[in-house]
Nanobody, 126 residues
């Protein structure tokens, strides 16, 4: 059974950094694409970043390019989302997601068929 566990969220001031973690059990993260979504109150869940399997090509939503970095530690079976220069508009619950039938990023498929973690709250406020 696919199980993903996010951690690392918190309440921070604008301009500060956070690193989110997505840890997996029962399967190797490196063999599948992993995505990060976020959902702010009253808004739809949106895809933020993803990393494909293998070599691990990456994708970033325009609003986070240059500030967020996704990476994978195969030894720890964990995917990270390093978030720098955080802004109030980054406030949301952040989720990681995967689908053991795909190895490349596919936000549309993940919305319907993805296996999701429980989410971690990120609040950016002064």
């Amino acid at each position: 059974q696919v199980q993903l566990v996010e951690s690392g969220g918190g309440l921070v001031q604008p301009g500060v950094s956070l690193r989110l973690s997505c840890a997996a059990s029962a399967f190797k993260l490196a063999d599948y694409a992993i995505g990060w979504f976020r959902q702010a109150p009253g808004q739809d869940r949106e895809g933020v970043s993803c990393i494909a399997s293998g070599v691990g090509s990456t994708y970033y939503k325009d609003s986070v390019k240059g500030r967020f970095t996704i990476s994978r530690d195969n030894g720890k079976n964990t995917v990270y989302l390093q978030m720098n220069s955080l802004k109030p508009e980054d406030t949301a619950v952040y989720y990681c997601v995967t689908d053991l039938n795909v190895r490349s990023c596919d936000f549309g498929r993940w919305r319907v068929f993805g296996s999701w973690g429980q989410g971690t709250q990120v609040t950016v406020s002064s």
